[in-house]
C-alpha cells in the first residue's frame, strides 16, 4: 500500500509540476514512470535489509514490548524479505525500461516541437551527439554503468535464490547473495551520478532533488550499517562488529551410526536459549561459507551442541575434516577449529509462555525440538523454577526412525526420568512412521504385543501412517477448552499450511475459548 502511494504521489508531482513542462515535451510521461519507479526502489532498498539483520530481529523478539502476536510477525521476516525482493523486481524493471525510451526521445526530439528548448543548457542532463546510440549512452555515463551494475548484481542474487539451488547447490546462493554489497555501494554512487548532473545544470529543483538525495544515503548508510553486523560480518572485512564470533576448540566429537555428527562446545561467555540457532564457519573448508544449525543442547547444560547430518557438500567435508569416516582416533589438536556466530532466537524459544503447547516436527525438523524437550526436563526437575507450561504434546513425522536415532535415544531417557520424577502425564508423545518395506511390517505385526516399541524401544507404541490432523486438533480443543494452546512446528511447507489451517479452524471466536497460536521455525 505504501509503495503504491509513493508511486502515485511522485508520478503526479512529475507529470503536473510546471518545472518538468519543458521536460515533459522531450520525454513525455516516461519521466514520471522513471523517477515513480526510483522513489520506490529507494524505499524497497531501504527495507531489504532490515527482516534479515538476525541481530534486530533477536533484539525485537527479547523487546518486553514485543507481545505474542508481533513475534509471530518476526517469524515470517524471510517472506517478507522476498516480498520486498519482488517490490524491486518489478520497480527496477519500470525504471530500466522508462530510462531506455527516455534516452531514445531525448535523441529523437526536435526544436520544432520544443521551440529550440534543446538548446537551453539547463534542461540538458549531458550534452549528447544526436546520431550518440543508447547503447554507448548507458556505457558512458556514470548512472548509466553503476545502473547496468546493480541490474547484474541483482539478477544473479535473484535466480540464484531458488528453491532448487539454495538446496542442491547452496554456496552458489551463499557466494551470490553476497553481492549485495556490490549492489548498495552501485546504488549510491548511482544516485550520486544523477545529483551531479543535476548540480552542473543549476535549476531551482535540483536542490530538493539534492538534499532528498542526501538524506536517503544517510538512511540506506544506517541499513548497510545494521546488515554488516549480520552480512558483512561473514565476509570478514572488518568493517562491523564482530563481538558475537567465538572459536571454540572441540572438547567431544560423537558420530551416530546414522550418519549423524554430534559436536559438543564449552560454553565460554556465550548465553543461549533453548530454540536457539547459530552458524558455523569451518576455515580449512572454506573462509567465506556459513552455515545455521539448531542447537539441540539445553541452557542449563554446561556446554552447547549441535547435530549435524550429511546434506551437501560442506557437510561431507566437514564430516571428513572430523574423521567422521575413520576408525582411528584423532587428538583434539588434529582437529579443525569453527567460528561460531549467535546465537539467534526462533519461533521455538516460546514454548514455555504458554500454559499447553504443542510441538510437530517432521524429518529432519525434529532437531529444533531437542533442546526444548530437554530444557523442559530440566526446569521440571528444579524446586527454584515456577512454569507456566503445564503440558506438552510432541508429535514426530519421519520415514525412518533410524536416521534420527539419535532422537530416539533422548525420548527414551526423557520417558525413564519422567516416570521417575512422577511427571508421566506432562509430556506426551506420537510418533508417526510414514515409511517401511515387507519385512519391517512383518517384524512390526510378530513383536506389537511386547511393552515397549519395536521400532523406537519407547513405550509409547509408533502409530504407522500419517496423522489425522482433523482428529488430533479436535481432541486438543476438547482437552483444554479455555486455553491458549502455542503451536510450534518445523518441516515441510505444505503440512505447515495444513498445520495453520487447523489452528484457524478450531479457534474459537470467544476469546474466552480455546485459542490455538501458530508459530513455525525458518531460518
Known sequence: GLNLYLFIDTFCWYEDEDAYIYTRIMLGSTLAWARASATCLNFNCMLILLPVSRNLISFLRGASCCGGAPRRQLDKNIA???????????????????????????????????????????????????????????????????????????????????????????????????????????????????????????????????????????????????????????????????????????PQVVTHSSGVLELHMKKRGFKMEAGQYIFLQCSSISPLEWHPFTLTSAPEEDFFSVHIRVAGDWTAALFKAFGAEEKTFKELWMLPRLVVDGPYGSATTDVFRYGVSVCIAAGIGVTPFASILKSIWYKCCSPHTVLAL??????WICRD?????????????????????????????????????????????????????????????????????????????????????????????????TLQKMCNSYSTVDPRGVQFHYNEESF
Open 401 to 497: 526412525p533410524s536416521t534420527f536415532e539419535w532422537f530416539a535415544d533422548l525420548l527414551f531417557l526423557l520417558e525413564t526420568k519422567m516416570v521417575e520424577k512422577g511427571k508421566n502425564d506432562f509430556l506426551s508423545y506420537h510418533i508417526f512412521l510414514t515409511g517401511w518395506d515387507e519385512s519391517q511390517a512383518t517384524h512390526i505385526a510378530l513383536h506389537y504385543d511386547e511393552k515397549v516399541d519395536v521400532i523406537t524401544g519407547l513405550r509409547q507404541k509408533t502409530f504407522y501412517g500419517r496423522p489425522n490432523w482433523d482428529n488430533e486438533f479436535k481432541q486438543l480443543a476438547e482437552n483444554h477448552p479455555s486455553n491458549s494452546i502455542g503451536v510450534f512446528f518445523c518441516g515441510p511447507k505444505n503440512l505447515s499450511k
Open 80 to 250: 517478507f524479505h522476498k516480498v520486498v525482493a519482488y517490490g524491486i523486481a518489478v520497480n527496477a524493471t519500470i525504471h530500466t525500461v522508462a530510462h531506455l525510451i527516455n534516452i531514445e526521445r531525448y535523441h529523437n526530439s526536435q526544436s520544432k516541437e520544443a521551440g529550440g528548448l534543446p538548446h537551453v543548457m539547463f534542461l540538458h542532463l549531458r550534452k549528447f551527439p544526436h546520431t550518440q546510440l543508447v547503447g554507448e549512452e548507458v556505457l558512458t555515463t556514470i548512472a548509466g554503468v553503476t545502473g547496468v551494475m546493480i541490474t547484474v548484481a541483482f539478477v544473479l542474487i535473484v535466480t540464484s535464490s531458488t528453491e532448487l539451488i539454495r538446496r542442491s547447490c547452496y554456496e552458489v546462493f551463499w557466494y551470490t547473495h553476497h553481492l549485495f554489497v556490490v549492489f548498495f555501494i552501485g546504488l549510491i554512487i548511482h544516485g550520486t551520478g544523477a545529483v551531479q548532473w543535476c548540480h552542473a545544470c543549476k535549476p531551482q529543483w535540483a536542490k530538493i532533488h539534492s538534499e532528498a538525495q542526501k538524506m536517503w544515503q544517510h538512511q540506506q548508510g544506517r541499513d548497510l550499517e545494521l546488515g554488516q553486523r549480520d552480512s558483512l560480518v561473514h565476509m570478514q572485512l572488518g568493517l562491523c562488529n564482530v563481538a558475537l564470533e567465538h572459536t571454540f576448540p572441540w
Open 390 to 395: 503445564q503440558k506438552v504434546y510432541f508429535y
